[in-house]
């Protein structure tokens, strides 16, 4: 059962990209428990219509809009379905990422094919682009707003064998200062929040399971594995007026991890037999 915590972010809506799972599910629960309208968005309609069912059970607002981010007119029709439902777009949370292409796609530059790098790169980054085109100018008919970029440690550390989501990180780490400074007079705030290892996450759990990942990101931890709710308290945080004098910033949610600098190929180890083994249940 979702608890309300407080009703800081009351009257407000928020789309979440990528939210029918994962970091996005925690996120837009945590919302409506604020007492936000939430707007659900992802490729599965059975797991974002379970997580829409799930917040108005508990009592919450929610909408889930089925959306390939990889296509503008899906990604425009996301903000129109949002702002006709609630009259309004006070918040994105641009979560969404090709994490079913990272593990299948990506090889070291060299290796790579275009058209593994353009999968990668049409959500990571035209998804971003087009998801924020779209939101803001609801946002300045609203009188502002919060735009809350989900990033993680490959945006500031090296990590081997992932050019693809590196640029992406990379790229919404420098459009996040740059819309900061457009949109400032429009009331609208962009900020970065760089995410470590979630240990609740199904990639964070195969990580720390595998036999020689696991132990080299457990060493790097200088305080404890991350849990969905740093991560939803963080964002909701960021959306509501607490944070009024934060923006353009990047916020390191990573339990020290990016201080000690300790990245093992995870393409190479797990995400790569992740992908087979997806690849081959579906034959």
Same mark, same amino acid.
């Given at each position: 059962?979702?608890?309300?915590?407080?009703?800081?972010?009351?009257?407000?809506? !928020? %789309?979440?990209? /990528?939210?029918?799972?994962?970091? +996005?599910? &925690?996120?837009? $629960?945590?919302?409506? #428990?604020? @007492?936000? =309208? !939430? %707007?659900?968005? /992802?490729?599965?309609?059975?797991? +974002?219509? &379970?997580?829409? $069912?799930?917040?108005? #059970?508990? @009592?919450? =607002?929610?909408?889930?809009?089925?959306?390939?981010?990889?296509?503008?007119?899906?990604?425009?029709?996301?903000?129109? #379905?949002?702002?006709?439902?609630?009259?309004?777009?006070?918040?994105?949370?641009?979560?969404?990422?090709?994490?079913?292409?990272?593990?299948?796609?990506?090889?070291?530059?060299?290796?790579?094919?275009?058209?593994?790098?353009?999968?990668?790169?049409?959500?990571?980054?035209?998804?971003?682009?087009?998801?924020?085109?779209?939101?803001?100018?609801?946002?300045?008919?609203?009188?502002?707003?919060?735009?809350?970029?989900?990033?993680?440690?490959?945006?500031?550390?090296?990590?081997?064998?992932?050019?693809?989501?590196?640029?992406?990180?990379?790229?919404?780490?420098?459009?996040?200062?740059?819309?900061?400074?457009?949109?400032?007079?429009?009331?609208?705030?962009?900020?970065?929040?760089?995410?470590?290892?979630?240990?609740?996450?199904?990639?964070?759990?195969?990580?720390?399971?595998?036999?020689?990942?696991?132990?080299?990101?457990?060493?790097?931890?200088?305080?404890?594995?991350?849990?969905?709710?740093?991560?939803?308290?963080?964002?909701?945080?960021?959306?509501?007026?607490?944070?009024?004098?934060?923006?353009?910033?990047?916020?390191?949610?990573?339990?020290?991890?990016?201080?000690?600098?300790?990245?093992?190929?995870?393409?190479?180890?797990?995400?790569?037999?992740?992908?087979?083994?997806?690849?081959?249940?579906?034959?």
């Amino acid at each position: 059962m979702i608890s309300q915590r407080s009703e800081r972010l009351t009257g407000k809506t !928020v %789309v979440v990209t /990528g939210s029918t799972k994962g970091f +996005g599910a &925690a996120m837009v $629960k945590r919302f409506a #428990a604020e @007492g936000a =309208n !939430v %707007v659900i968005s /992802g490729r599965s309609e059975a797991e +974002g219509h &379970a997580v829409e $069912k799930e917040i108005r #059970a508990d @009592g919450g =607002n929610a909408l889930f809009v089925r959306t390939d981010l990889s296509d503008e007119g899906s990604t425009r029709a996301l903000m129109a #379905a949002a702002a006709a439902e609630y009259g309004r777009i006070d918040g994105l949370v641009n979560n969404a990422m090709a994490m079913d292409h990272i593990g299948s796609d990506e090889r070291a530059v060299a290796d790579m094919d275009s058209g593994g790098w353009d999968k990668i790169i049409k959500v990571g980054v035209y998804g971003l682009f087009w998801s924020c085109k779209y939101a803001i100018p609801e946002m300045i008919k609203a009188g502002g707003g919060s735009i809350v970029n989900i990033s993680s440690v490959a945006a500031v550390a090296g990590v081997p064998n992932m050019p693809g989501y590196t640029a992406c990180k990379g790229a919404m780490q420098a459009l996040t200062r740059q819309m900061a400074v457009d949109y400032g007079p429009h009331n609208i705030r962009v900020n970065t929040m760089v995410s470590g290892f979630v240990l609740s996450s199904e990639l964070a759990a195969a990580v720390d399971a595998h036999p020689e990942a696991g132990p080299i990101i457990r060493q790097a931890q200088l305080t404890r594995w991350g849990r969905l709710e740093d991560i939803a308290s963080m964002a909701a945080y960021l959306l509501s007026e607490e944070s009024g004098f934060v923006t353009g910033s990047e916020l390191r949610i990573d339990g020290g991890w990016t201080s000690t600098a300790r990245m093992p190929n995870l393409v190479e180890m797990v995400f790569a037999p992740l992908a087979q083994q997806a690849a081959q249940a579906q034959q």
